[in-house]
Structures are given as C-alpha cells and as structure tokens.
C-alpha cells in the first residue's frame, strides 16, 4: 500500500464510527436519493459499490430493486466494519475490503458500478478507471459521482484533508474513461456541483 492510499485509510478509519451521524453524510444521502433517478439496471442486476463507505448506497439500491446483489468495496477496515454490522439484507449485500486501484473481482462480473463522492480521494484515477472496465460486463455502466466546479480547471488538485482531493471536469473524466475502454454517455449535476457522469463499457 502506498503512503498516499494509508493516509486515507487512517483518515476513513477514523471518520466511520461517526460518519451517518454528521453532516456530510446527509448531503451524500441526499446525492444517492438523486443519482436512482438516473440509473438503468436489468432485473436481478450484479453491482459494485466502490468506496462504499457505512454501506448506504447499496441498502437503498436493495430496496429499490429487490433483487439486486450487491458488493461493497472499501480501504477502510473501519468502514467495512459499520456496513457489515447494518447489513439488512445479509443474502443479497456483500462488504469487502479492498483497493479501488487492485479490486479482488473477476473479470466481466459487474451490471454496474458505483462511486460516490470516493473518486476524489484516489492517488491513480487512471488505473481505477481500468480496473473499473476490467470488472464490468460488456455494456455495462459505471454511475461516477463527485464535485466539479465550473470555474475550475479542467483538472484541479487541492492540498485540503489528509492526502490531497482531485477533482476532474467532464472532459477530464472523458479522457479518462476513453483511455480504459469507457465512453461517456452524459452528465448531470444531482446537488450543487456534485456531478454524475455516466459511462459504458463498450461492447464486444
Ligand atoms: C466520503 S466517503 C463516501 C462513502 C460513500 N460512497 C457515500 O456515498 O457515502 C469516501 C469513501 O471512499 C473510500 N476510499 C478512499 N480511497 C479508496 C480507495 N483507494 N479504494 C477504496 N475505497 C476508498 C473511503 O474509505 C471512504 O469510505
């Protein structure tokens, strides 16, 4: 693990046992309560919550499609610890600790990804979005939510919380997502400058 990623990691750590009660997670509730109008998944879809955080984001996919599987992914042993202990749906939701940049998923295995409000804490983007199209299925999409204010760069690096943000404007994400095999579909703003952009995996 890099020193960058460890950071996080102790930042997360120490943020989980408290995170649902504070602030920003409403806000992040709010954004997921948003981000359903948008999505399309076939019946008895297989998805991936990378940076799942407590968890929430998947219980309310498994409520709103009632036979989704889902898996959690998370660098915060912390964080994995609270979704596990608040799993409601222990046969259809799955919380693991692992890496976005080194996933322990097959190939092909995923309907959809999610990534909400996590991709700005990532050291090496490029290879998230690689790992992203690894793991899904030709056709599938990845839902990437995160900030972008229109007045910034097209890439803009802030030296703010313990190992830096980054935040990338749609033609950022573009170019990332065309490098790893992603086209992007469209962008929405959910919430004030969180911006979700939608991409496929092309098909085969
Ligand atoms: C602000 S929280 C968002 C959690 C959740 N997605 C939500 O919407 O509430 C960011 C999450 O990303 C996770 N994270 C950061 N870097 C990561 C990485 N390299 N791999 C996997 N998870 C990571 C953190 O541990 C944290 O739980």
């Given at each position: 693990?890099?020193?960058?990623?460890?950071?996080?990691?102790?930042f997360?750590?120490?943020?989980?046992?408290?995170?649902?009660w504070?602030?920003?997670?409403?806000?992040?509730?709010a954004?997921?309560?948003?981000?359903?109008?948008?999505?399309?998944?076939?019946?008895?879809?297989?998805?991936?919550?990378?940076?799942c955080?407590?968890?929430?984001l998947?219980?309310?996919?498994?409520?709103?499609?009632?036979?989704?599987?889902?898996?959690?992914?998370?660098?915060?042993?912390?964080?994995?610890?609270?979704?596990?202990?608040?799993?409601?749906?222990?046969?259809?939701?799955?919380?693991?600790?692992?890496?976005?940049?080194?996933?322990?998923?097959?190939?092909?295995?995923?309907?959809?990804?999610?990534?909400?409000?996590?991709?700005?804490?990532?050291?090496?983007?490029?290879?998230?979005?690689?790992e992203?199209?690894?793991v899904?299925?030709?056709?599938?999409?990845?839902?990437?939510?995160?900030?972008y204010?229109?007045?910034?760069?097209?890439?803009?690096?802030?030296?703010?919380?313990?190992?830096?943000?980054?935040?990338?404007?749609?033609?950022a994400?573009?170019?990332?997502?065309?490098?790893?095999?992603?086209?992007?579909?469209?962008?929405?703003y959910?919430?004030?400058?969180?911006?979700?952009?939608?991409?496929?995996?092309?098909?085969?």
């Open positions: 693990m890099t020193n960058k990623i460890f950071v996080k990691q102790i997360f750590d120490r943020w989980a046992p408290s995170y649902d504070l602030f920003p997670s409403v806000v992040y509730q954004i997921h309560q948003r981000l359903l109008e948008y999505i399309d998944l076939p019946a008895s879809a297989n998805v991936l919550d990378l940076g955080g407590t968890g929430k998947l219980h309310r996919l498994a409520v709103n499609f009632p036979t989704l599987q889902g898996n959690g992914l998370d660098l915060s042993p912390e964080m994995i610890s609270q979704a596990n202990s608040r799993n409601c749906y222990p046969q259809r939701l799955t919380f693991l600790l692992g890496n976005a940049e080194e996933m322990p998923f097959e190939n092909n295995v995923f309907d959809a990804v999610f990534n909400t409000i996590s991709f700005l804490h990532y050291p090496d983007p490029q290879q998230v979005f690689n992203v199209n690894r899904l299925r030709p056709g599938g999409y990845f839902y990437l939510v995160d900030s204010f229109k007045w910034q760069d097209e890439f803009q690096s802030l030296s703010i919380l313990p190992g830096g943000l980054k935040l990338y404007s749609p033609t994400r573009e170019k990332l997502g065309k490098e790893a095999g992603l086209n992007l579909q469209v962008n929405y959910l919430l004030g400058a969180v911006l979700l952009t939608i991409f496929t995996k092309e098909l085969v």
